[in-house]
Structures are given as C-alpha cells and as structure tokens.
C-alpha cells in the first residue's frame, strides 16, 4: 500500500491507540523559550515529577530578550527579566541544555535547531511557538504546543493527538527572477485562505521546492501556521543530508551510516492519495507585500488593495480600496525574524543595499536570526554594507517581531518587514506592518516607499 510522508512520520510514531480514536504520539524532541518554558518546568517540578530524558530537550532565551547591543537580562519589557532568570533557574534544576542571552549559540529556537542538527529527518519536535513547523523544513514533524503540553511531553516522552488530514501543495515550475520562497507562501496563502490549510499536515512539493537552499526551505515551511496547517514539511534529500552532517546533535560514525540510510527512505510513495491537494504555478507569482491584517491579505507588488476589502483591516492600515500598494510611504523597514533572518537573507538584502543609503526619515533595522548568523556577517562584512546604508545591526531576537511590552516602532508607524505576523499591534501599538521578502524590505528602505526589488540597480 502507498503511503505518503505524512503517513510514514506519523506512523513511526503511535505509541498507543487510545478511547475515541486519538493516538499517543512519541516525541523526540522539545525546545523550550523564556517566554512559557518557566511555567512548564516550574509545574512539572511541583508536581513531583521530573523530565523522562533530558538528553532530548532544549531551552533558548529568544522571545523576550532584547536585540539591542550590548543587552543582557535587563529588557525594555517591564518586567521582562524575571522570565529569563526563571527560565535560567528551572533550565539548571531540570538538567537541561540552556542557550542562554549571550551564549554564543543563542539564536531564535527554529534557526538554531536546524544549525545546531537538533532537528532531524523524520523525527517529532515541538515548542511552545506556533512557527515551530519551520523546521518540517528538514523532513521532521514539527509543531506548536501549549506550555502545559511541552509539561506533559517532557514528563512522559509523549502528547495525545488526533491524527490530521493530509494535504499537499505542488509549486509547478521554476521561480522566476527576483521572487523568493516568502513570496510563494504569501501567494498560496493569498489565493486560498489563511484557513486554507484547517485541520491538516502540509507536504510541499515540486520542481521549485527541490531547487531551494534548506533555507529557502525554511521560509516556505515557517508560514505554514499563517496557513492554519498543522505542520508543514518536505521531503529529505541531499541538501538536506549535506546541511545535518557534522552538526553538532547529529548522528555521527556509523550512527550516521544508519541514519542516512533511513532518512533516504522518506518521501512520498509514488501513487501516494492525499486528503487535499493544491497546485500552484510558480511561474506566475511576483514579489508579494501584505496590505491588510491577515497574510491572506497580500497581493503582487504592481497589485492594488482589492475593492471588497473589509472595513476593520483598511481603517487600521490607513489603506482605502482600489489603492496601490507600489509607491505607498513607509516610516519604518524591518529585516528579521524565524522566517527571514538567515545568513542567505542577509546576504540577498545587503546585495541591493550595498553603495546606496536608505531613502531620509526611514527608521531601519536588521535582527540577525542567531548569534552564529550575526558572527557568519560580520565575517563577510555584511554588516558594515547593512550599516553604511543606514540600517541599525542588533543582537539575535525575537522582541522586534512579537511585541510583548518592550521593543517597538512605535506608535502607528508603517513598517514593511520580513515577519510572518501582520496582526493588529504585532510588532507595536498600533504599527502597521506590510510582510513582504528581505529583497522587497530593502528595496522599500531605499525608496522610502513600497518598491519592487527587481527595479533596484
């Protein structure tokens, strides 16, 4: 019987069938963040019980640390440093790997995992983060949990789930010029729906898929929550395998041997049924940019707010139907994020940035997605291209995409950003944010206004 990817993950790991038709899945890794990993450790310590493999779960200080240089445990959150000392105390008593705010392999948990090999083909991961689908990326069933969740899984090794329906989503063809991995998600989710992808398990699939960088990968995986999917992923292959080796938490020796062996046998049966399926083609997307609250609400950069937009997201975005959104003035650019602040996005940005000077009045900034990022830029002189055009260079975070009291644009500014989030006050009160690609980022901070990276010269 075929069986497709999704099939085979899952399979590989029921534990138990249970009353009612949900399964007890194993999980083999947990990632823990200051944010609730706290609240989890510190009620499975008061309950008595203590983590079933230590060996198996993470903690990083990404969520509320600042990135502004030089910072420590203080934050400009009220408040923010108590959940980094508590996290640094429950992490100790647990026994757990800690990548604390100036450990050199600090870094937002779903860049850090894929560098660190945490992450692995076929394996299960979650994290109380609902963009831990990232890292499906590598072949891995990887999604977000609640913090009493990630308490259960570290306490037992497993999680109750009822089993989703599968879907896939074929990109046919091959990516034209100037568009990226983020505008393919934005056009998938702007075509179908931020609830498009309800109740089921994403594979992506075809030509342009293959073609990308594991990082490109990454980017496509990352917004399969934007997608309401329970996970997204793709199959394991060569660039994936040459990623993993010799990272740190990888297999090596023989171990390796066996592990490759194994991962070469994941991807979709061919005749493999899938609950949905959609198909796209690739070759007609442009660069997108988002214009109203929701990711769903974007189109292509020559596009036009559509003329039956609903009245609660065009008051907020100060936007009326019909308008452009090529030449709409920004204040603000933002390059960034889980989804968009590898060494490949900083390298692609700072090609158009380099020997130019963002346009005046523009506030800009660049959050590399690790403290190995940010050293990996630094080496290349990518910085002093990102400084010299005017942009500030910031310490890895989380902070400037999900607001949670301290770091901020400010109040009503318009940002275009390489987030994945452009919810009300998500990166503020009252910003209004434009997702777009680092490319589109850059292009925009140069002109002052939304702009098509493919005119940049």
Known sequence: ?????????????????LVGGAQLIAID?????????????????????????????????????????????QTLMPGGQVFITELRAAAKAAGITLFDVNDPDQGIVHVISPELGIVLPGCT????????????????????????????????GTLRLEKPKSMRVTFAGA????????????????????????????????????AFSMEGRMTLCNMATEFSAMSGFIAPDDKTFAWLEGKRYAPKDEDWDAALAHWRTLRSDPGATFDAEIAIDTSAIQPM??????????????????????????????LERGQPLKGLAIDAAFIGSCTNSR???????????????????????CVPGSSHVKREAEAEGIDRIFLDAG???????????????????????????????????????????????????????????????????
């Open 1 to 17: 019987m075929t069986r497709s990817l999704f099939d085979m993950l899952w399979d590989s790991h029921v534990a138990a069938d």
């Open 29 to 73: 890794r947990i990632f823990l963040h200051e944010r609730t990993g706290p609240a989890a450790l510190n009620a499975l310590a008061e309950a008595g019980r203590t983590v079933a493999d230590r060996s198996r779960v993470f903690a990083v200080a990404d969520h509320i640390v600042d990135t502004r240089p030089g910072r420590g445990d």
């Open 125 to 156: 991961l979650i994290a109380p983060d609902s963009h831990t689908c990232t890292q499906g990326a590598f072949g891995a069933l990887a999604w977000g949990i609640g913090s009493s969740e990630a308490e259960h899984a570290m306490a037992t």
């Open 175 to 210: 990516l034209p010029p100037g568009v990226t991995p983020k505008d393919m998600i934005l056009a998938l989710i702007a075509a179908h729906g931020a609830a498009g992808g309800k109740g089921h398990a994403v594979e992506f699939a075809g030509a342009a898929v293959e």
């Open 289 to 318: 940019v988002s214009w109203g609250t929701s990711p769903e609400a974007s189109v292509g950069i020559g596009g036009h707010v559509p003329d039956d937009a609903e009245a609660r997201p065009l008051a907020y975005m100060a």
């Open 343 to 365: 060494i490949s996005d900083l390298r692609r940005a700072s090609s158009l940035l380099e020997g130019k000077r963002i346009a005046d009045g523009v506030k800009a900034i």
């Open 391 to 457: 942009f500030e260079w910031r310490e890895s975070g989380c902070s400037m995409c999900f607001y949670a009291g301290g770091e901020t644009f400010g109040d009503g500014v318009r940002v275009i950003s390489s987030t994945n989030r452009n919810f009300e006050s998500r990166q503020g009160p009252n910003v209004k944010t434009h997702i777009a690609s680092p490319e589109t980022v850059a292009a925009s901070a140069l002109a002052g206004v939304i702009a098509d990276p493919r005119e940049v010269h």
